[in-house]
């Protein structure tokens, strides 16, 4: 048998570079450890070895098509996993269409890639726009409440604030503001948020949802308290966490923060991520692990077979245990349904970042994540 037929070969897609480098990196580390905590530290399955292979797709969607199309082609890579960023991750969908393999989507969270854009060889063990919207909006959604959202004016923005406004029930939604992904100078998007909830009666809430670089959190500057308007915002990784310390008793709802889920597969990855890297295990880092653990029990059902046939029916309809509890990766979508944490930000003398302290877990039951793939 050649040494290929032996193993398992695994393309990971992400941002090694580029300005979600730092959610790539983590990503990454997380993948390795879910294989290896999946595998029991045997790093194979059935007698077939995992062999990660890295691309770096630097954060833009024609260098990932080409990384993804080499992986298949000179790689030999059985299936993919990536990529970070969700205009790079709808670059690649067809790719993995076209080559008839598997690609489990981890982080990229933009709501078409399971949605309109999506195909047959397309899994998401991330989350996705609506649950991150979904989430916050539960958290948020009270009588007497008005809200104005600031995003970034692309994919990963406009699908969340879509979401978000879909999921609103209750309170009042006055105004969208969009701002491009490279705005440092949050005044002029600020002023028009501050002019539409000023009069407003009852709480104003400015709910934000940003990734990378930019801190929206300067809007705080402008003296929000003074008009009575509080800032919400979902979780994020660590270092852009401590922005949060200026806001205690701000509250959202989050994806991962490693204090929050009570469970083994939490307890394994705290405990040895710390133990490896001195430093506790980031909001990236989960899903890397989530879908590493994902790849392992989809190969343990098909008996180490990484053919795209057999995987595809061994993710349909999968449950399995991840750092966040248990996880099922809905038939229609692929889209991995997970719980989401609702949070109120404290401040702890012991940690550099503002800490999210539980009010309580949202679970996937309370969530009405559409399906947006259509008919497929």
């Given amino acids: 048998m050649p040494a290929a037929a032996q193993e398992v070969r695994i393309a990971h897609v992400y941002s090694k ?34 062999v990660v292979i890295e691309k770096d797709d630097q954060g833009k969607p024609d260098v990932g098509k080409s990384r993804l199309a080499a992986a298949f082609d000179d790689d030999r890579a059985d299936l993919a996993v990536g990529p ?10 067809p790719v993995a269409e076209e080559y008839g393999k598997v690609l489990i989507v981890e982080p990229a969270v933009a709501d078409s890639i399971t949605g309109d854009k999506w195909n047959p060889f397309v899994f998401r063990t991330g989350r996705n726009s609506s649950q991150d919207a979904i989430a916050n909006a539960v958290a948020l959604d009270k009588p007497g409440t008005t809200i104005a959202t600031l995003a970034q004016d692309y994919a990963f923005g406009r699908d969340g604030i879509k979401a978000f406004r879909e999921a609103l029930k209750t309170a009042k939604l006055v105004h969208e503001e969009y701002l491009p992904t490279t705005t440092t100078d949050f005044t002029a998007g600020a002023q028009r948020l501050i002019d539409k909830l000023k009069g407003q009666p009852g709480r104003k809430v400015i709910f934000i949802l940003w990734a990378g670089a930019g801190n929206p959190f300067k809007i705080a500057d ?36 490693f204090g929050l889920p009570k469970n083994p597969v939490n307890e394994w990855l705290v405990a040895n991520h710390t133990k490896q890297f001195k430093a ?30 057999k995987l595809q029916g061994a993710l349909k309809g999968l449950k399995f245990l991840s750092p ?21 930000i404290k401040v702890d003398p012991a940690f550099d970042w503002g800490v999210p302290e539980l009010v309580r877990e949202i679970k996937p039951s309370e969530m009405n994540v559409p399906i947006r793939n259509g008919a497929r």
């Fill in 17 to 50: 570079s580029g300005p979600l480098e730092a959610y790539g990196k983590q990503t990454h580390t997380g993948l390795m450890l879910g294989l290896q905590y999946a595998t029991n530290g045997t790093m194979a399955v059935n007698g077939r070895k995992l």
């Fill in 84 to 93: 970070t960023s969700s205009s790079v991750a709808l670059a690649l969908l």
């Fill in 222 to 257: 402008l003296d929000l308290k003074r008009h009575g308007i509080e800032i919400a915002t979902g979780g994020n990784i660590l270092p852009a966490m401590t922005a949060y310390r200026q806001f205690p008793g701000m509250e959202g709802a989050t994806y991962y923060y």
């Fill in 280 to 309: 506790p295990p980031d909001m990236f880092t989960a899903g890397g692990m989530t879908a590493g653990i994902a790849i392992v029990e989809a190969l343990k059902k098909t008996g180490g077979d990484p053919k795209a046939a």
């Fill in 324 to 344: 966040k509890g248990e996880m099922f990766i809905r038939p229609q979508d692929h889209q991995a349904m997970q719980s989401m944490y609702h949070f109120r």
